[in-house]
């Protein structure tokens, strides 16, 4: 079980709001905001993004282009890790690494979820606690409207505690 601080609970609510999504990806992440990427669910140990096949996320075989795909993929695993550094210091992040398997051409909506809320919740705790960094594998499983897995992201994380 993954503990539920209150700043992670702000942030949660302030990330839910669709509203106020759009205007954080529109300044922050303008490209997921051209995609149009959706956070559909985000616990403290889970969280799963959307991405649709649309004009602006084509590729010429008529499916998503895979970069959309790891945007989404990514975004899954980074909106956890942004929560879980609110409050208790800064702590720096990073992705260190990318890996891909495409399994199925993506087309309609895919959802990527990544449920590894824990391991980036520890990794943050230990860098704070020792000061050192932590790397975490986070996998990003993107599932078709099918139920069929359509890509395996896997992004590495590394979290620093800042002094």
């Given amino acids: 079980m993954v503990a539920d601080t ?4 702000a942030f949660r609510r ?21 995609a149009g990427l959706r956070l559909t669910a985000l616990t403290p140990a889970a969280a799963t993004v959307t991405i649709r096949y649309k004009y602006l996320t084509q590729n010429p075989f008529r499916s998503i282009y ?6 989404a993929a990514e ?7 942004m929560m879980h550094v609110q409050g208790g210091g ?13 399994r199925k051409k993506a087309v309609g909506r ?5 449920p590894d809320g824990a391991a980036i ?9 020792t000061g050192e960094g932590r790397t975490v594998e986070c996998i990003s499983t ?8 359509v890509a395996v992201f896997r992004v590495t994380w590394s979290f620093r505690a800042k002094k």
């Fill in 6 to 9: 209150p700043a992670a609970q």
């Fill in 14 to 34: 302030q990330v839910l709001s669709p509203a106020k999504l759009r205007l954080f990806m529109l300044r922050k992440l303008p490209m997921a905001w051209l």
């Fill in 66 to 71: 895979f970069a959309c795909l790891a945007m």
């Fill in 75 to 81: 975004l899954a695993s980074g909106i956890q890790a």
């Fill in 90 to 102: 800064p702590v720096s992040m990073l992705v260190v690494g990318l890996t891909a398997e495409f």
């Fill in 110 to 114: 895919i959802a990527f979820t990544c």
């Fill in 121 to 129: 919740a520890q990794a943050v705790a230990d860098s704070r606690a």
């Fill in 142 to 149: 993107g599932v078709d409207e099918a139920g069929d897995v």
